[in-house]
T-cell receptor, first 116, second 118 residues
Framework: EPEVTQTPSHQVTQMGQEVILRCVPI?????FYWYRQILGQKVEFLVS????????KSEIFDDQFSVERPDGSNFTLKIRSTKLEDSAMYFC??????????????FGDGTRLSIL | AQTVTQSQPEMSVQEAETVTLSCTYD???????LFWYKQPPSRQMILVIR??????QNATENRFSVNFQKAAKSFSLKISDSQLGDAAMYFC???????????????FGKGTHLIIQP
């Protein structure tokens, strides 16, 4: 069964540095998402992406964040100048091989981001 | 804004027995989707079951079934014949119908840690 894959599994970065988290969504999916989960807290939606542009974003997704689909397969989340509070597990998801909103989202294993 | 509440941080059940995980949500919308995801220690979140709000019939997937009470805004998950492999965090999630064809993110509850006792 096709899977969403994320790299790296763990990223350690100094505060203030830029970090890029990578995801390869399921190939025939149309919608891509990023979520984060701060330790001990609930999973929170960050952003959704469709047709090469952002469709929805939450309040968390401020100017420090950006997403990109640089080629036909990768979907990246960039944090420009990391802060301590960005430490979290970041999940990529993809969904919707067709344009129906009831299609479930398929999640990757996550990238644990640790900011020092 | 929608909220999802899972009031049980942790549940424990004997292997082969039945357990019910509770979930309530708050929304002013009439059309939406509800999901249960499982997150084992390997971290990947796996869809367990989903329910369309317009369907009165409760969804069932093998040993997993839901009790969807729309008026009460309740969406509990029942796991029958619990197995050791069911041990995981279980997240209840909500998604609006009123989205750009699927662009809406999921709203999650805080999760319930399910322990299976051999």
């Amino acid at each position: 069964e096709p899977e969403v894959t994320q790299t790296p599994s763990h990223q350690v970065t100094q505060m203030g540095q830029e970090v890029i988290l990578r995801c390869v969504p399921i190939s025939n999916h149309l919608y891509f998402y990023w979520y984060r989960q701060i330790l001990g807290q609930k999973v929170e939606f960050l952003v959704s992406f469709y047709n090469n542009e952002i469709s929805e974003k939450s309040e968390i997704f401020d100017d420090q964040f950006s997403v990109e689909r640089p080629d036909g397969s990768n979907f990246t989340l960039k944090i420009r100048s990391t802060k301590l509070e960005d430490s979290a597990m970041y999940f990529c998801a993809s969904g919707g091989a067709v344009l129906y909103s009831n299609q479930p989202q398929h999640f990757g294993d996550g990238t644990r981001l640790s900011i020092l | 804004a929608q909220t999802v509440t899972q009031s049980q941080p942790e549940m424990s059940v004997q292997e082969a027995e039945t357990v019910t995980l509770s979930c309530t949500y708050d929304t002013s919308e009439s059309d939406y989707y509800l999901f249960w995801y499982k997150q084992p220690p390997s971290r990947q979140m796996i869809l367990v079951i989903r329910q369309e709000a317009y369907k009165q019939q409760n969804a069932t997937e093998n040993r997993f079934s839901v009790n969807f009470q729309k008026a009460a805004k309740s969406f509990s998950l029942k796991i029958s014949d619990s197995q050791l492999g069911d041990a995981a965090m279980y997240f209840c999630a909500y998604r609006s119908e009123y989205s750009g064809g699927g662009a809406d993110g999921l709203t999650f509850g805080k999760g319930t840690h399910l322990i299976i006792q051999p």
